[in-house]
């Protein structure tokens, strides 16, 4: 088992930044490749960003590309997303995933999840 908690969600106004934490613990955090997800109301969860094993590698949805930046500390046993220059389309419910079958987009090739950290940009 991997617990995950999500922390640093907020209210920001637009252009502003937040720097979102994931800290995890039960299993060895480095076997994992991290990711993050949102979900807005009445919308599907998506994709935001996947980061490899070591943090060499980091992936992004076209929507946050230029704006986001995914990191993890293996030592901490912790992945962040810092959100720079953030809009109305941000306001979402952010969740960290773990998972083994690679840097995945893909909801359903992650098998842990935490509970959800809200950001809320206002105009």
């Known amino acids: 088992q991997v617990q995950l908690v999500e922390s640093g969600g907020g209210l920001v106004q637009v252009g502003g930044s937040l720097r979102l934490s994931c800290a995890a613990s039960?299993?060895?955090?480095?076997?994992?490749?991290m990711g993050w997800f949102r979900q807005a109301p009445g919308k599907e969860r998506e994709y935001v960003s996947t980061?490899?094993?070591?943090?060499?590698?980091?992936y992004y949805a076209d929507s946050v590309k230029g704006r986001f930046t995914i990191s993890r500390d293996n030592a901490k046993n912790t992945v962040y997303l810092q959100m720079n220059s953030l809009k109305p389309e941000d306001t979402a419910v952010y969740y960290c995933?773990?998972?083994?079958?690679?840097?995945?987009?893909?909801?359903?090739?992650?098998?842990?999840w935490g509970q959800g950290t809200q950001v809320t940009v206002s105009s």
């Open positions: 980061i490899s094993l070591n943090g060499g590698r980091s």
């Open positions: 995933a773990a998972g083994v079958s690679g840097t995945s987009p893909y909801s359903y090739d992650y098998r842990y």
């Open positions: 039960g299993r060895t955090f480095s076997d994992y490749y």
